[in-house]
């Protein structure tokens, strides 16, 4: 008798624990933990839509909360050459938030064989295109440019020379160049002027333009600002 009792309250209990866990399967695969609503906040530009960011993450509504990855769906956005940083959050019961910072065109990139391409201010290659004169940006000279998300290498000293250069000063930039000593810019009329090799190029700059203020540029052949506060210029009289 006792061993009979003991099966049937042994039985009981898995019927309990297979009940509940029953239980709580159906409930993850109901309707009311679904997604209902998949909300996203983008920062930093309008280079993607929310619906792109929506189909990158592969999250669909009516999908199950309970099989929403989070990890996942911010891989695969950012797998977008434009996405800086990114986070998938769930919302219970049924609201997945999503929140993408974008990266901002910073340069143009050509290379001696004519390919082009638009990167950001880490040199990190947005899209491969054509240059969009209209978008107003510096071009920098490389060796070669990596697919789209890659970091374009041997550029690092020509950024840092490209932010230095003030809005008033880039209409007259046609192109920024890796030198052995350093950096050189191109301004219109085909007159070079080398920045040398710096972390900061603020001072190189200012004493360019301080020698713009002074000269007609169509006299110059080039300038030589790499040393601070002692600018070289080269004339070309029959330029004038």
């Not at 638009?118 to 290659?125: A, C």
């Not at 510096?138 to 374009?152: F, H, M, R, Y």
């Not at 840092?160 to 930039?173: N, R």
């Not at 002027?193 to 333009?209: M, P």
Request: net charge negative.
């Amino acid at each position: 008798m006792k061993v009979a009792v003991k099966s049937f309250w042994k039985y009981v209990f898995i019927s309990i624990i297979f009940v509940f866990l029953l239980g709580i399967y159906a409930a993850t695969q109901s309707e009311l933990l679904d997604v209902d609503e998949i909300e996203v906040v983008i920062t930093g530009g309008n280079e993607i839509s929310s619906d792109e960011v929506v189909t990158l993450s592969g999250i669909s509504l009516s999908q199950s909360m309970t099989s929403v990855d989070s990890e996942e769906a911010e891989s695969e956005i950012l797998k977008n050459s434009w996405v800086d940083e990114v986070e998938v959050r769930k919302d219970w019961p049924d609201n997945v938030l999503i929140w993408v910072s974008l990266r901002a065109a910073f340069a143009h990139v050509v290379t001696i064989e004519g390919n082009f391409a638009t990167v950001d201010i880490n040199g990190i290659v947005l899209k491969s295109s054509r240059m969009d004169s209209s978008s107003n940006l510096v071009t920098l000279l490389a060796e070669k440019l990596p697919v789209p998300g890659a970091k374009v290498e041997g550029v690092q000293m020509l950024l840092e020379a490209a932010k230095s250069i003030t809005p008033d000063l880039q209409k007259w930039v046609k192109i920024i160049s890796p030198t052995a000593n350093g950096v050189r810019v191109e301004l219109d009329d085909s007159v070079f002027v080398d920045l040398g090799a710096h972390q900061d190029f603020t001072n190189s700059i200012s004493d360019l333009k301080a020698v713009l203020g002074q000269v007609e540029l169509t006299c110059i052949q080039s300038i030589d600002v790499s040393i601070q506060d002692n600018p070289v210029v080269k004339r070309d009289n029959s330029r004038c």
